[in-house]
């Protein structure tokens, strides 16, 4: 078998012509633009990346872009202060504090400090809450993201076999939710995890997110599996590879996500999506 790609480059396209559409409509309504703050503490040259490709894709959108850049050296107090700032402001619906953060800083206690309901990567123990309930309402980006993908592919996942690589609370975590939420059996891996490629050769869905490159070997892959590889690595040459080893695992699989140009796309676009609908449509009860 030669698997189909997964082409979330594409799925992902698609998904910001409609956000930019519907602001469009909304904006031509009288409505504001969605504003999303990026706040990014220091210089991380991976998170520079990230940070740079959300605000083209916001710009493109038409959200406001309200991006802050804090110097290395910013205290917790003055991050939460900003946070609360942000809070405050109608203009802004989305905020997101780009991990990692340097380590005088507590990630906990800034993810809390964000509102709810303006919570657009879905980490605030309250969105977590409802995707764990059934009831989401903000969820995680990246693995909202996949499952978009799976959707507008049109692949069924009740009663798939799903085993998720990784145990994050930004991968591994929410993707077990929301793959339970349709009803498919869920496997969780971790570093503890024994015979791991036992665990992925029983599997017709896998999804890897650790950050080891090609760490999943093709040939535990079992025939006519779909493999989503969350995995973002950057090699020495510069390039970028995923978690999977794709040549082989692309012999095997029925359908795959490539890296670069796979799972990467659509999380920006859901991060895009999430915020529209705070601006939009989202009846968040949370006071
Ligand atoms: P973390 O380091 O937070 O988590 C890694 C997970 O992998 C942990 O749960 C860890 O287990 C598990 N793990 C580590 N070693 C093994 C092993 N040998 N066998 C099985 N599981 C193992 O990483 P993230 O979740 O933040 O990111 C994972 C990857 O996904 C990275 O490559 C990252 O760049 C990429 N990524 C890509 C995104 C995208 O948009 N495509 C978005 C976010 C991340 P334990 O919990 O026991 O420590």
């Not at 490709?53 to 003055?78: M, R, W, Y």
């Not at 529209?276 to 006071?287: E, G, I, P, S, T």
Request: net charge negative.
């Amino acid at each position: 078998m030669s698997a189909k790609i997964l082409d979330g480059k594409a799925i992902a396209a698609e998904l910001r012509d409609s956000i930019q559409q519907e602001v469009e409509k909304q904006v031509a309504l009288g409505k504001k633009p969605p504003g999303l703050a990026v706040i990014m503490v220091g210089e991380d040259p991976a998170s520079q990346v990230y940070v740079r490709n959300k605000k083209i894709a916001c710009q493109k959108a038409g959200f406001k872009d309200v991006s802050v850049v804090l110097p290395a050296e910013t205290s917790q107090e003055e991050v939460l202060a900003l946070i609360d700032k942000l809070n405050a402001d109608d203009e802004v619906h989305g905020i997101i504090v780009q991990l990692p953060v340097p380590d005088h800083i507590d990630p906990e206690e800034i993810i809390e400090r964000i509102h709810p309901c303006k919570d657009v990567d879905g980490f605030h123990p309250y969105n977590v809450g409802r995707l764990a309930t059934r009831m989401p309402q903000l969820a995680p980006c990246t693995p909202h993201g996949v499952m978009t993908m799976l959707a507008k592919t049109g692949i069924p996942l009740r009663g798939l076999n799903a085993v998720v690589v990784g145990a994050s609370n930004i991968v591994g975590v929410p993707m077990m939710l929301e793959l339970l939420n349709e009803r498919a059996t869920v496997t969780v891996c971790h570093s503890a995890t024994k015979d791991l490629a036992q665990k992925v050769s029983e599997a017709d869905l896998v999804v890897v997110g650790v950050g080891i490159p090609n760490m999943v070997k093709g040939e535990w892959i079992k025939e006519g599996a779909i493999v989503i590889d969350v995995g973002i690595n950057r090699m020495d040459d510069g390039t970028l590879c995923g978690d999977v080893e794709y040549d082989t695992a692309a012999q095997r699989a029925s359908w795959i996500t490539p890296v670069p140009g796979g799972v990467g796309p659509m999380t920006i676009a859901t991060l895009l999506e999430n915020t529209m609908q705070v601006a939009y449509h989202l009846d968040c009860k949370v006071k």
